[in-house]
């Protein structure tokens, strides 16, 4: 789960956190726990050029994928993910959900809380409207994209994809 806000610890570097994850994994091998933080390196390359750096000195982007690798070392069937692009610059927002586009594609289940409707249904197989806590509205992302309503209360006028930008 990678909650609102991230939460993570401001004195801990990046690879504490990165273990920290896999404390859940505690009697598997230490070879493949550190495989798994060069893979983390490997889907955020920012990280490994900071990992000894604290977290607190991260930004929010680096914080955002901080907080979803630290998650995958726990090697989850299913990751939560709630509003990743809060508070982001477009650019960061872009790339952490080409991110979770590539987990998803790997196979990853992802259940994806995000007000940003565009980049939701750009990366997403499905979608649900919610409001005032009750599901109005359900369908495959194309046909939510493609919906009158959902395209005027949600996506603007047009939809051009996010991720392309």
Known sequence: HVP???QLFPELTVLDHLRLGAYVRRRAPRREIERDIE????????LGERADQPAGTLSGGEGQMLAIAKALMTRPKLLLLDEPSLGLAPMLVREIFRTI??????????????????????VSDRGYVLEAGRIVLEGTSEELSGNREVKRAYLGKGRGGF???
């Open 4 to 6: 609102e806000g991230r």
């Open 39 to 46: 893979a983390a390196f490997g889907l955020f390359p920012t």
């Open 101 to 122: 586009k590539r987990l998803s594609e790997d196979g990853l289940t992802v259940l994806l809380v995000e007000q940003n409707a565009r980049i939701a249904l750009d």
């Open 163 to 165: 991720l392309e930008g």
